[in-house]
């Protein structure tokens, strides 16, 4: 009988370590990079870590890679993270996960502001009109890439269509359409596993220097029931007690308490990146809560993919927006600030708590077969959740107005129409053109849609 998971050799009394300050400062520069989604910025990482400064081997860093696939979270901030830890333990995934986002917090509290005061301006607002539609070519292009790297065989096609049904036609909770991917892939590997797609057994090839973590030991910081329990009840009371503290001085039905409460559920089910929990988030940020208005969801998305850092990040623009006009007492700058910074705080402590909690394990998992099934699966599964928000944008975007059709155990939500919009499909057509014929970047294709936004509003178009 042969073991799920592959022993590894046990790590040596001490390792040559990098000096905690070129750490930093690599960090740093790393985190200035980080635009173009989490392809981009792995590949920043992938340059920087593997191939010049050769920190971490290439077989390291798939490892690595591949267990922050499996969280929920941001894959790329999970993955500086667990380099991180790798290089300088605890303090070293601190730093490493968040210089990682902390630009893009500061640029998008910046962008976020710039939108509530000016953004009904015809200039700004028209700047906005042309970045909405282009949101659309590059949530498609999401789809195509996920497809052809997920989609190898008829069983996880049908894994990613019956998740856009049940997400698109019957309201499926999220949460509920990644858990039952994750056991189907888990259940195909253990009774069909002809149904999965089978690993390459080819080893990877990793030229140059021997790196500063070796590929072939494991990490001196060895898990045990102590650790576990200490890390679980820091990461818990840094997680919780900002909440709790709003929670008893505006009330349990303040915006910060909703909002805290809300992001807190949502960061634990953001399997797949942000594309995939963005439609779960903007239902029940537009529909439930009504921080902010459908079209709106897309301009927050559009700012978050001009900034560094993760696309996760969107979530900061909601909160700014819900709080700022449901401030409560305070007021409306200072609960939008306070707002976006909670929201910030219980998005990502998560993913820092996952890694750190589960790294010393994970190094001891190489190989483990339940998990890459059960990724496999909901991998398969992001691909229709991932599709269902791009409906989900282009119904909000191209069209001003939309109508619900229930019955039959459907809940599904048309657009009319007699409503749309012209200059909207126009942007979103010139996008698609440059996205995929002229193969233009994604920063270059919302910058040109701004541009076209912007001309057509100065023009007189309506852009709304």
Same mark, same amino acid.
């Given at each position: 009988?042969?073991?799920?998971?592959?022993?590894?050799?046990?790590?040596?009394?001490?390792?040559?370590?990098?000096?905690?300050?070129?750490?930093?400062?690599?960090?740093?520069?790393?985190?200035?990079?980080?635009? @173009?989604?989490?392809?981009?910025?792995?590949?920043?990482?992938?340059?920087?870590?593997?191939?010049?400064? &050769?920190?971490?081997?290439?077989?390291?860093? #798939?490892?690595?890679?591949?267990?922050?696939?499996?969280?929920?979270?941001?894959?790329?901030?999970?993955?500086?993270? $667990?380099?991180?830890?790798?290089?300088?333990?605890?303090?070293?995934?601190?730093?490493?996960?968040? #210089?990682?986002?902390?630009?893009?917090? =500061?640029?998008?509290?910046?962008?976020?502001?710039?939108?509530?005061?000016?953004? +009904?301006?015809?200039?700004?607002?028209?700047?906005?009109?042309?970045?909405?539609?282009?949101?659309?070519?590059?949530?498609?292009?999401?789809?195509?890439?996920?497809?052809? &790297?997920?989609? !190898?065989?008829?069983?996880? #096609?049908?894994?990613?269509?019956? +998740?856009?049904?049940?997400?698109?036609?019957?309201?499926?909770?999220?949460?509920?359409?990644?858990?039952?991917?994750?056991?189907?892939?888990?259940?195909?590997?253990?009774?069909?596993?002809?149904?999965?797609? /089978?690993?390459?057994?080819?080893?990877?090839?990793?030229?140059?220097?021997?790196?500063?973590?070796?590929?072939?030991?494991?990490?001196?910081? *060895?898990?045990?029931?102590?650790?576990?329990?200490?890390?679980?009840?820091?990461?818990?009371?840094?997680?919780?007690?900002?909440?709790?503290?709003?929670?008893?001085?505006?009330?349990?039905?303040?915006?910060?308490?909703?909002? @805290?409460?809300?992001? !807190?559920?949502?960061?634990?089910?953001?399997?797949?990146?942000? $594309?995939?929990?963005?439609?779960?988030?903007?239902?029940?940020?537009?529909?439930? $809560?009504?921080?902010?208005?459908?079209?709106?969801?897309?301009?927050?998305?559009?700012?978050?993919?001009?900034?560094?850092?993760?696309?996760?990040?969107?979530?900061?623009?909601?909160?700014? #927006?819900?709080? $700022?006009?449901?401030?409560? /007492?305070?007021?409306?700058?200072?609960?939008?600030?306070?707002?976006?910074?909670?929201?910030?705080?219980?998005?990502?402590?998560? +993913?820092?708590?996952?890694?750190?909690?589960?790294?010393?394990?994970?190094?001891?998992?190489?190989?483990?077969?339940?998990?890459?099934?059960?990724?496999?699966?909901?991998?398969?599964?992001?691909? @229709?959740?991932?599709?269902?928000?791009?409906?989900?944008?282009?119904?909000?975007?191209?069209? *001003?107005?939309?109508?619900?059709?229930?019955?039959?155990?459907?809940? =599904?939500?048309?657009?009319?129409?007699?409503?749309? *919009?012209?200059?909207?499909?126009?942007?979103?057509?010139?996008?698609?053109?440059?996205?995929?014929?002229?193969?233009?970047?994604?920063?270059?294709?919302?910058?040109?849609?701004?541009?076209?936004?912007?001309?057509?509003?100065?023009?007189?178009?309506?852009?709304?």
């Amino acid at each position: 009988m042969t073991s799920e998971t592959e022993p590894m050799p046990q790590a040596g009394p001490s390792a040559p370590v990098v000096p905690f300050r070129t750490a930093v400062r690599a960090w740093f520069a790393i985190s200035l990079q980080t635009f @173009g989604g989490p392809a981009g910025q792995i590949a920043v990482m992938q340059r920087t870590l593997v191939d010049d400064k &050769r920190w971490i081997g290439q077989r390291r860093f #798939l490892h690595a890679m591949n267990y922050c696939m499996l969280l929920p979270g941001p894959e790329a901030q999970q993955l500086a993270t $667990y380099v991180g830890w790798l290089l300088h333990g605890t303090r070293g995934g601190l730093v490493a996960g968040g #210089l990682f986002v902390l630009p893009g917090v =500061i640029a998008l509290l910046v962008l976020s502001a710039v939108y509530v005061a000016f953004g +009904s301006t015809v200039a700004v607002s028209a700047l906005f009109a042309g970045l909405a539609p282009a949101v659309l070519a590059i949530v498609v292009q999401a789809v195509l890439r996920v497809a052809k &790297r997920a989609l !190898s065989n008829p069983a996880l #096609l049908t894994i990613a269509v019956l +998740s856009f049904l049940a997400l698109a036609l019957f309201a499926v909770p999220f949460p509920v359409v990644v858990l039952a991917a994750g056991l189907v892939g888990w259940a195909l590997a253990r009774w069909r596993p002809s149904a999965l797609p /089978e690993r390459g057994a080819a080893e990877v090839v990793d030229a140059g220097p021997p790196p500063v973590v070796p590929d072939d030991v494991l990490h001196t910081e *060895r898990p045990s029931s102590r650790r576990t329990l200490r890390m679980l009840l820091v990461g818990l009371l840094v997680w919780g007690v900002p909440v709790g503290a709003f929670a008893l001085l505006t009330g349990g039905d303040s915006v910060f308490t909703q909002q @805290g409460l809300f992001f !807190s559920g949502a960061a634990v089910v953001t399997f797949g990146g942000a $594309y995939a929990v963005l439609a779960y988030v903007a239902q029940q940020a537009v529909q439930v $809560y009504g921080w902010l208005a459908p079209g709106e969801m897309v301009r927050g998305l559009a700012l978050a993919e001009t900034t560094p850092g993760p696309l996760i990040m969107v979530v900061q623009f909601v909160a700014f #927006l819900g709080a $700022y006009r449901a401030p409560g /007492e305070l007021d409306p700058w200072v609960a939008a600030v306070l707002a976006s910074l909670l929201v910030t705080w219980v998005t990502f402590v998560p +993913s820092f708590l996952f890694v750190l909690l589960g790294a010393p394990y994970v190094e001891r998992l190489r190989g483990n077969r339940s998990l890459s099934a059960a990724l496999t699966g909901i991998t398969a599964a992001v691909v @229709g959740v991932i599709a269902n928000l791009g409906v989900y944008f282009a119904v909000h975007t191209l069209f *001003r107005e939309t109508h619900a059709v229930d019955g039959f155990g459907l809940a =599904i939500e048309l657009p009319d129409l007699g409503t749309v *919009r012209p200059v909207a499909v126009a942007i979103a057509v010139v996008a698609a053109v440059l996205i995929f014929r002229l193969k233009w970047s994604v920063l270059r294709t919302l910058g040109g849609c701004a541009l076209l936004g912007l001309v057509a509003g100065l023009s007189g178009l309506p852009v709304h």
